[in-house]
């Protein structure tokens, strides 16, 4: 059986992090001029950090309140302390 991506990678510990719609679409607007414009940067950040593969999930209803949009790439990102804010 072929892994995907799903499938890759081993877990090190768990970060929680939330934001609101509100806060992407005040980023948005300060930054792109739609949230597809702050999607395709993220996109575009992947490549830039070396990425060959790059995988956008969507939730299958983006109006629920636990609805989540991710991006999953292969580049070199950061570690978990830089994810934590303490690196």
């Not at 792109?32 to 950040?45: D, G, Q, R, T």
Request: no cysteine; charged share 25%; net charge negative.
């Amino acid at each position: 059986m072929e892994k995907t991506f799903y499938m890759l990678g081993k877990e090190k510990s768990d970060i929680e992090v939330r934001i609101s719609y509100r806060i992407i679409q005040l980023f948005s607007e300060g930054l792109y001029s739609s949230p597809n414009k702050a999607i395709e940067e993220l996109v575009s950040n992947s490549f830039d950090a070396g990425a060959n593969n790059v995988h956008i999930v969507l939730a299958s209803d983006l109006s629920a309140d636990d609805a989540s949009i991710t991006v999953i790439d292969d580049g070199a990102g950061m570690d978990e302390k830089g994810l934590q804010g303490t690196g």
